[in-house]
């Protein structure tokens, strides 16, 4: 249902782009977010779009240098990452929900994760 891809290794200030292809009932119909996890914290919502595209939302740790938005005519959501900093080294998770909201069980469908690497 969801495919997350773009993942790797890249040098503190450089950009990255992740890629989320969702089905056509999925993208067409529910909120995408993005969720990363880093070794021994908890998953953290990043950023959601509705399916409309009319809303976004960023959490703190990556607003103005994180962008999401949506492909419709790839059934892709992307989350474009510049200027990435150390900490931002985790696995990349998008998932799929009713609702933009920051929890993660909202959240019904999950892609299998793409690792981010950020080197200082």
């Known amino acids: 249902q969801l495919q997350a891809s773009g993942g790797g290794l890249v040098q503190a200030g450089g950009s990255l782009r992740l890629s989320c292809a969702a089905s056509q009932r999925i993208f067409s119909s529910y909120v995408i977010a993005w969720f990363r996890q880093a070794p021994g914290k908890e998953r953290e919502f990043i950023a959601g779009?509705?399916?409309?595209?009319?809303?976004?939302y960023a959490a703190d740790s990556v607003k103005g240098r994180f962008t999401i938005s949506r492909d419709n005519a790839n059934n892709t959501v992307v989350l474009q990452m510049n200027t990435l900093k150390p900490e931002d080294t985790a696995v990349y998770y998008c998932?799929?929900?009713?609702?933009?909201?920051?929890?993660?069980?909202?959240?019904?469908?999950w892609g299998q994760g793409t690792q981010v690497t950020v080197s200082s």
């Open positions: 779009i509705k399916w409309s595209g009319a809303s976004t």
């Open positions: 998932a799929a929900g009713p609702a933009l909201l920051s929890i993660a069980r909202n959240y019904r469908w």
